[in-house]
């Protein structure tokens, strides 16, 4: 059964840093486009970041968000199953639950609607 268990975010004041980190089971990550989204109160899920999965298990291009670009970075550790997001010059407008996502697809990174929990940031001086 395909579960994700976000973790890392937390309260930062403006121009602060956090790393958030999702834990995948029941697949192997191998194939996989990776990818974050974010979701404030009242909105959707927003897509922030989509890693694609390239041949011979190395990554392919990732893509951004306009609004995070430059200030996020997606990677994955297939070994241990992980996806990571790394977060800087962190924003007000940032302020989300961050959620961990899979597409079997493995070149984009759609909302299917399986969440975890989801990992709150909150930026505010």
């Known amino acids: 059964q395909l579960q994700f268990v976000e973790s890392g975010g937390g309260l930062v004041e403006p121009g602060g840093s956090l790393r958030l980190s999702c834990s995948v089971s029941g697949i192997t990550l191998d194939w996989y486009a990776v990818g974050w989204f974010r979701q404030a109160p009242g909105n959707e899920h927003e897509g922030v970041a989509c890693?694609?999965?390239?041949?011979?298990?190395?990554?392919?291009?990732?893509h951004y968000a306009d609004s995070v670009k430059g200030r996020f970075t997606i990677s994955r550790d297939s070994a241990k199953n992980r996806i990571y997001l790394q977060l800087v010059h962190l924003q007000p407008e940032d302020t989300a639950t961050y959620y961990c996502?899979?597409?079997?697809?493995?070149?984009?990174?759609?909302?299917?609607?399986?969440w975890g929990q989801g990992t709150q940031v909150t930026v505010s001086p």
């Open positions: 890693l694609s999965y390239a041949d011979h298990n190395a990554d392919g291009a990732a």
């Open positions: 996502s899979v597409d079997p697809e493995g070149t984009r990174c759609r909302p299917l609607g399986a």
